[in-house]
């Protein structure tokens, strides 16, 4: 039933190298992408969002790509630092539901190595 | 503001035990919902409830039960817990501006061990 489907599963990435997180989705009725950062024992808090009339959306050393025809959306993180250690899920919100219930990707958990 | 908060944090069950996870928001959110977190899966909703007075089953409801108290509250009871049940639960509250802003907020969650 996953319609949101994420990779990698881990990434390593050196500080201030990019890390880039994938996202398809399998169902075109999406209409909100956002993407959530969780700390260890924390509970996940929204990062960034986007809607699909945009190409891109950026937000400080965080970016979103939404290829729409491709059904693909992305999270790149630039200049990548320690702090970004983390597990990223993206997800996404079926328009024609009753409020905001997400449908969340597997996750994916970085380690941005010093 | 103490936002969403969650308890207990931490809860040992045997087998066929039954259970109760409190879920509290002050934000005066509409919609509520249950998150289990496991390795490799994500986050998976359970239940969710649009508006007080009204619940709805999510992605994995089978073996719980939601009782949606009032508008702050929202319980998640499980009658008979099995070890498939072990994982970390999560609260979240939401209130939708439409077209703008659907951000879930989150509790610090109760992580749940069944032997």
């Known amino acids: 039933q996953q319609q949101v489907k994420q990779s990698p599963q881990s990434l390593i990435v050196q500080k201030g190298g990019i890390s880039i997180i994938n996202c398809a989705y399998e169902n075109t009725a999406f209409d909100y992408f956002p993407w959530y950062q969780q700390f260890p024992g924390k509970g996940p808090a929204l990062l960034i969002a986007?809607?699909?009339?945009?190409s891109e959306k950026k937000e400080g050393r965080f970016t979103i790509s939404f290829n729409k025809s491709a059904k693909q959306f992305s999270l790149h993180i630039m200049d990548s630092q320690p702090g970004d250690s983390a597990t990223y899920f993206c997800?996404?919100?079926?328009?024609?539901?009753?409020?905001?219930?997400?449908?969340f990707g597997q996750g994916t958990e970085l380690s941005v190595k010093p | 503001n103490a936002g969403v908060t969650q308890t207990p944090k931490f809860q040992v069950l045997k087998t066929g035990q039954s259970m109760t996870l409190q879920c509290a928001q002050d934000?005066?959110?509409?919609?509520m919902y249950w998150y289990r977190q496991d390795p490799g899966m994500g986050l998976r909703l359970i239940y969710y409830?649009?508006?007080?007075?009204?619940?709805d089953k999510g992605e994995v409801p089978n073996g719980y039960n939601v009782s949606r108290l009032n508008k702050r509250e929202f319980s998640l009871r499980l009658e008979s817990a099995a070890p498939s049940q072990t994982s970390v639960y999560f609260c979240?509250?939401?209130?939708?501006?439409?077209?703008?802003?659907?951000?879930?907020?989150f509790g610090p969650g109760t992580r749940l061990t069944v032997t």
């Open positions: 979240a509250s939401s209130e939708e501006i439409a077209g703008k802003s659907y951000e879930q907020y």
């Open positions: 409830s649009a508006s007080e007075g009204t619940t």
């Open positions: 997800a996404a919100r079926p328009y024609w539901n009753q409020g905001g219930k997400l449908i």
């Open positions: 986007i809607r699909p009339d945009v």
């Open positions: 934000m005066n959110h509409n919609s």
